[in-house]
């Protein structure tokens, strides 16, 4: 935060005070109180004469040493506006104003510029966001699985239509057509904050057009994918095991052979969700569907010739999870190996708020010459169709 602003901050709280005591009568309180106000406004025009100053000596240095090179282009003014103000840098310039705003669209609102506290951060450009999301690549998203909406509210209800037993009826000629019953529903969800704090080194971050995700990036990265991967699984958990009075039992479907479990993805789940249908599991589970084989020993678990990294059983992608993320379950002193099958489109929906936002202190690592870098994300999961998946368990040997 500039130190202006803090001086503005501390007129507008000794106008509050002078009032407070206007109002009860303290007189002679308010008028010294009126006179702290008269000394603060004279040092806020000397801090801003320094800080023009200051600005000036900044983008003078910052200039390319090409006169040639030519303006810089919007993406660059961009970042450079992103940069200044999260790191308090000083005004932005016309151009930067105009790059920030257009990029960032409507939730960057003008009145984010002057006051990093009240509006919690700046929101990130969508080129750095770009750079954010191929660090993510390097994880495993449940969030990429799921149905993605972005909402402007912190809690509301949603409009959901679950799957309907519709079809065309036949008529005769001027009679009257049969009316279709839609039942609609109805999804409710809830925003959360959740907040990172990551310390650099005051070098890393001291060029002017310095790309913040290519500092941070990777940990802001594996940080969101966590909390993303917690919450939704803490939903399909759900599915597999419930606690009563201290007892753990198991909910899932128990299978014990290929068999069961191509019953289960082929009868039980409803084929309205199978066209889209993907098994996820962990690494037991993994383990489980490699070690499969059909009674002529060939393997029924098979690597996809497309993308030699992705595995299919029957077609349907596997989606494997790590098991420190998901791991298996001990129910009566037995493991198993959770397995989810179905649309999780259709299962699940993940509402969030806006982008990410950033925001700085050079305060807290003072000592170590090291700024705190705050990153804050708002989201929330809701399930919206039950039936779009199935929960099964497999018990480790």
Known sequence: ?????????EITAKVAETEKYRNEGKIAEAKNAAQEILKLKDELDVQLTLE???????????????????????????????????????????EERRAYFNV????????QIESIDAKGGYLVPEDQMRTLQEFRK???????????????TTSGRWPTLPYQQLTFQSFAEMTDIAEGDINFGEATY????????????????????????????????EGAVKAENVAILSKLNELVTQTESSTTTLTATTITSHKAFNKAL??????????????????DGLLYLANLDDANDRPLFTPDVTSPDTYRYRGKEIVVIP?????????????????????????????????????????LYFRKYGTAIRAVVRWGVTVVDEDAMLALAVELS
């Open 138 to 152: 390097a994880y495993v998203a449940l969030k990429d699985y799921v149905t993605v909406v972005s909402t402007n």
């Open 323 to 363: 098991n420190s993320t998901l791991p298996s379950v001990t129910v009566s002193t037995k493991d198993y190996a959770p397995f989810f099958v179905g649309d999780m489109k259709a299962y699940l929906t993940f509402f969030e708020r806006q982008g990410m936002e950033l925001a700085t202190s050079s305060e």
């Open 266 to 283: 082929l009868k039980d789940l409803d084929g309205v969700y199978y066209p889209q249908a993907k098994i996820y599991t962990n690494q």
């Open 190 to 221: 809830s925003i959360e904050d959740r907040g990172l704090i990551i310390p650099v080194s005051n070098q890393l971050i001291a060029d002017a057009d310095v790309d913040i995700m290519s500092v941070i990036g990777r940990h802001l990265a």
């Open 1 to 9: 935060m500039l130190k202006s602003d803090e001086i503005r901050k």
């Open 104 to 111: 960032t669209g409507s939730p960057g609102q003008p009145g």
């Open 52 to 94: 023009k100053t200051e600005d000036e000596e900044f983008f003078a240095s910052a200039k390319p040493v090409n006169k040639n090179a030519g303006e810089l282009d919007n993406a660059k003014l961009c970042n450079r506006a992103f940069n200044k103000l999260v790191f308090g840098r000083g005004r932005l310039t016309d």
